[in-house]
Protein backbone atom coordinates (compact mmCIF):
# COMPACT_ATOMS: atom_id res chain seq x y z
CA UNK A 1 0.00 0.00 0.00
CA UNK A 2 1.14 3.73 -0.75
CA UNK A 3 2.76 4.84 2.53
CA UNK A 4 5.07 8.03 1.46
CA UNK A 5 3.91 11.27 0.14
CA UNK A 6 5.63 13.71 -1.35
CA UNK A 7 5.18 17.04 -0.86
CA UNK A 8 4.93 19.36 -3.17
CA UNK A 9 3.66 17.83 -5.34
CA UNK A 10 5.49 19.86 -8.26
CA UNK A 11 8.13 22.06 -8.18
CA UNK A 12 9.58 24.81 -10.69
CA UNK A 13 12.74 26.86 -9.25
CA UNK A 14 15.34 28.86 -11.31
CA UNK A 15 19.09 27.19 -11.96
CA UNK A 16 21.56 27.38 -9.00
CA UNK A 17 18.71 27.69 -6.61
CA UNK A 18 18.04 25.16 -3.99
CA UNK A 19 15.10 22.55 -3.62
CA UNK A 20 13.22 21.30 -1.04
CA UNK A 21 10.90 18.03 -1.15
CA UNK A 22 9.01 16.11 1.79
CA UNK A 23 8.38 12.90 2.56
CA UNK A 24 5.51 11.89 4.84
CA UNK A 25 5.24 8.33 5.68
CA UNK A 26 2.76 6.61 8.54
CA UNK A 27 4.37 3.16 9.65
CA UNK A 28 7.88 2.37 10.83
CA UNK A 29 10.55 1.83 9.03
CA UNK A 30 14.09 0.13 8.60
CA UNK A 31 15.01 2.83 6.00
CA UNK A 32 14.41 5.78 3.71
CA UNK A 33 15.50 5.65 0.41
CA UNK A 34 15.12 8.73 -2.33
CA UNK A 35 14.53 7.77 -6.53
CA UNK A 36 14.91 10.32 -9.35
CA UNK A 37 12.92 9.44 -12.42
CA UNK A 38 13.83 11.14 -15.82
CA UNK A 39 10.63 11.09 -18.32
CA UNK A 40 9.48 8.34 -19.68
CA UNK A 41 12.30 6.37 -17.92
CA UNK A 42 12.31 3.93 -15.18
CA UNK A 43 13.65 5.22 -11.19
CA UNK A 44 17.05 5.87 -10.25
CA UNK A 45 18.56 4.89 -6.53
CA UNK A 46 19.76 8.18 -4.84
CA UNK A 47 20.31 8.34 -1.33
CA UNK A 48 19.25 5.70 1.09
CA UNK A 49 19.09 6.51 5.05
CA UNK A 50 18.63 4.35 7.87
CA UNK A 51 15.93 4.86 11.08
CA UNK A 52 18.66 5.37 12.82
CA UNK A 53 20.33 7.91 10.95
CA UNK A 54 19.53 11.77 11.24
CA UNK A 55 21.42 13.01 8.20
CA UNK A 56 23.31 12.11 5.11
CA UNK A 57 25.01 13.54 2.59
CA UNK A 58 25.99 12.54 -1.40
CA UNK A 59 27.77 15.22 -3.52
CA UNK A 60 24.91 18.09 -3.66
CA UNK A 61 22.09 15.79 -2.25
CA UNK A 62 21.35 16.26 2.02
CA UNK A 63 18.91 14.10 3.58
CA UNK A 64 17.29 14.19 7.02
CA UNK A 65 14.95 12.00 8.68
CA UNK A 66 12.81 12.55 11.36
CA UNK A 67 11.19 9.50 12.88
CA UNK A 68 9.47 10.72 15.36
CA UNK A 69 7.67 12.78 12.70
CA UNK A 70 8.03 9.66 10.40
CA UNK A 71 9.49 12.77 8.11
CA UNK A 72 12.08 13.30 5.48
CA UNK A 73 13.26 16.29 3.32
CA UNK A 74 15.57 15.88 0.87
CA UNK A 75 18.10 18.95 -0.40
CA UNK A 76 19.49 19.85 -3.73
CA UNK A 77 21.56 22.27 -3.90
CA UNK A 78 23.26 24.07 -6.79
CA UNK A 79 20.59 22.86 -8.75
CA UNK A 80 21.01 22.33 -12.83
CA UNK A 81 18.98 21.96 -15.50
CA UNK A 82 20.00 18.00 -15.57
CA UNK A 83 17.80 18.13 -12.20
CA UNK A 84 14.67 18.18 -13.74
CA UNK A 85 13.11 14.86 -13.14
CA UNK A 86 10.77 13.50 -10.11
CA UNK A 87 11.58 12.52 -7.22
CA UNK A 88 10.34 9.58 -5.10
CA UNK A 89 10.83 8.48 -1.68
CA UNK A 90 10.15 5.06 -1.06
CA UNK A 91 10.14 3.72 2.62
CA UNK A 92 11.25 -0.28 3.60
CA UNK A 93 9.35 -0.94 6.78
CA UNK A 94 10.55 -3.25 9.42
CA UNK A 95 10.22 -6.31 8.52
CA UNK A 96 10.14 -5.74 5.07
CA UNK A 97 8.35 -8.51 3.52
CA UNK A 98 6.59 -6.32 0.91
CA UNK A 99 9.42 -4.80 0.20
CA UNK A 100 9.92 -1.32 -0.46
CA UNK A 101 6.27 1.59 -0.50
CA UNK A 102 6.64 4.73 -2.79
CA UNK A 103 5.17 7.75 -2.88
CA UNK A 104 3.37 9.63 -5.63
CA UNK A 105 6.54 11.67 -6.14
CA UNK A 106 7.43 15.54 -6.51
CA UNK A 107 8.07 16.92 -10.50
CA UNK A 108 10.83 19.25 -10.06
CA UNK A 109 11.58 21.96 -12.95
CA UNK A 110 14.58 23.94 -13.31
CA UNK A 111 14.05 26.85 -15.13
CA UNK A 112 17.33 27.92 -17.30
CA UNK B 1 26.69 -1.43 -13.58
CA UNK B 2 23.29 -3.35 -12.30
CA UNK B 3 21.61 -3.34 -15.51
CA UNK B 4 17.92 -4.34 -15.85
CA UNK B 5 16.61 -4.82 -19.19
CA UNK B 6 12.52 -5.37 -20.28
CA UNK B 7 11.71 -6.59 -23.42
CA UNK B 8 10.15 -3.88 -24.80
CA UNK B 9 10.00 0.31 -24.81
CA UNK B 10 6.68 0.13 -26.27
CA UNK B 11 3.74 -2.10 -26.44
CA UNK B 12 0.19 -2.29 -28.44
CA UNK B 13 -1.93 -4.87 -27.85
CA UNK B 14 -5.95 -5.48 -28.39
CA UNK B 15 -8.36 -6.17 -25.68
CA UNK B 16 -8.71 -10.04 -25.05
CA UNK B 17 -4.52 -10.23 -25.80
CA UNK B 18 -2.40 -12.05 -23.75
CA UNK B 19 0.40 -9.80 -23.05
CA UNK B 20 3.90 -10.66 -21.63
CA UNK B 21 6.30 -8.47 -20.27
CA UNK B 22 9.46 -9.45 -19.88
CA UNK B 23 12.76 -8.45 -17.43
CA UNK B 24 15.94 -10.21 -17.21
CA UNK B 25 18.33 -8.82 -14.70
CA UNK B 26 22.31 -9.25 -14.73
CA UNK B 27 23.75 -9.11 -11.34
CA UNK B 28 22.36 -12.54 -9.55
CA UNK B 29 19.77 -10.56 -7.56
CA UNK B 30 17.33 -12.53 -5.65
CA UNK B 31 14.61 -10.17 -5.36
CA UNK B 32 12.51 -8.96 -8.72
CA UNK B 33 9.26 -6.63 -8.58
CA UNK B 34 6.59 -5.48 -11.38
CA UNK B 35 5.26 -1.98 -10.71
CA UNK B 36 2.91 -0.15 -12.85
CA UNK B 37 2.80 3.69 -12.71
CA UNK B 38 -0.34 5.90 -13.50
CA UNK B 39 -0.05 9.65 -13.21
CA UNK B 40 -1.48 10.99 -10.02
CA UNK B 41 -1.21 7.22 -8.54
CA UNK B 42 2.52 6.94 -8.36
CA UNK B 43 3.91 3.37 -7.67
CA UNK B 44 1.93 0.54 -6.93
CA UNK B 45 3.50 -3.08 -6.85
CA UNK B 46 1.50 -5.62 -8.66
CA UNK B 47 3.96 -8.92 -8.02
CA UNK B 48 7.49 -9.70 -6.42
CA UNK B 49 9.50 -12.31 -6.22
CA UNK B 50 12.38 -13.54 -3.63
CA UNK B 51 13.43 -16.64 -4.94
CA UNK B 52 12.96 -18.64 -8.25
CA UNK B 53 9.86 -20.47 -8.66
CA UNK B 54 8.82 -18.22 -5.87
CA UNK B 55 5.65 -15.46 -6.24
CA UNK B 56 4.11 -13.17 -3.86
CA UNK B 57 0.86 -10.54 -4.88
CA UNK B 58 1.24 -7.05 -4.06
CA UNK B 59 -0.75 -4.41 -3.90
CA UNK B 60 -2.81 -4.73 -7.31
CA UNK B 61 -2.40 -8.23 -8.60
CA UNK B 62 -5.51 -8.76 -10.03
CA UNK B 63 -5.80 -9.33 -13.81
CA UNK B 64 -2.09 -10.33 -13.67
CA UNK B 65 -0.01 -13.33 -13.21
CA UNK B 66 4.02 -13.45 -13.02
CA UNK B 67 6.64 -16.29 -13.55
CA UNK B 68 9.82 -16.67 -12.55
CA UNK B 69 11.72 -20.02 -13.69
CA UNK B 70 15.23 -18.85 -13.82
CA UNK B 71 16.55 -16.49 -11.61
CA UNK B 72 17.24 -13.42 -13.63
CA UNK B 73 14.19 -13.40 -15.52
CA UNK B 74 10.79 -12.34 -14.18
CA UNK B 75 7.69 -12.38 -16.70
CA UNK B 76 4.60 -10.19 -15.67
CA UNK B 77 1.90 -11.99 -17.51
CA UNK B 78 -1.57 -10.19 -18.94
CA UNK B 79 -4.07 -13.41 -19.44
CA UNK B 80 -6.37 -11.08 -21.37
CA UNK B 81 -5.25 -7.62 -21.72
CA UNK B 82 -8.41 -4.90 -20.68
CA UNK B 83 -8.60 -1.15 -21.81
CA UNK B 84 -7.60 -0.15 -17.87
CA UNK B 85 -4.43 -2.15 -18.28
CA UNK B 86 -3.12 1.09 -20.05
CA UNK B 87 -0.06 1.79 -18.31
CA UNK B 88 3.70 2.19 -17.65
CA UNK B 89 5.44 -1.16 -16.53
CA UNK B 90 8.65 -0.84 -14.40
CA UNK B 91 10.37 -3.96 -13.18
CA UNK B 92 13.19 -3.90 -10.60
CA UNK B 93 15.29 -6.03 -9.14
CA UNK B 94 17.35 -6.00 -5.77
CA UNK B 95 19.50 -7.85 -3.36
CA UNK B 96 18.13 -10.51 -0.89
CA UNK B 97 19.45 -8.11 2.05
CA UNK B 98 15.78 -7.57 3.64
CA UNK B 99 17.42 -4.60 5.67
CA UNK B 100 18.76 -2.29 2.55
CA UNK B 101 16.33 -3.00 -0.43
CA UNK B 102 17.78 -1.07 -2.91
CA UNK B 103 15.72 -1.78 -5.94
CA UNK B 104 17.31 -1.47 -9.93
CA UNK B 105 14.68 -0.31 -12.57
CA UNK B 106 14.46 -1.20 -16.34
CA UNK B 107 13.43 1.65 -18.22
CA UNK B 108 10.21 0.89 -18.63
CA UNK B 109 7.39 -0.83 -20.83
CA UNK B 110 4.61 1.72 -22.00
CA UNK B 111 1.58 -0.78 -22.92
CA UNK B 112 -1.63 0.40 -24.82
CA UNK B 113 -4.27 -1.57 -24.88
CA UNK B 114 -7.23 -0.65 -27.42
Known amino acids: SQQGEEDPQALSIQEGENATMNCSYK?????LQWYRQNSGRGLVHLILIRSNEREKHSGRLRVTLDTSKKSSSLLITASRAADTASYFCATLPIGGADGLTFGKGTHLIIQP | DVKVTQSSRYLVKRTGEKVFLECVQD?????MFWYRQDPGLGLRLIYF???????EKGDIPEGYSVSREKKERFSLILESASTNQTSMYLC?????????????FGAGTRLSVL
Open chain 2, 27 to 31: MDHEN
Open chain 2, 49 to 55: SYDVKMK
Open chain 2, 92 to 104: ASSLGDRTKNIQY
Open chain 1, 27 to 31: TSINN
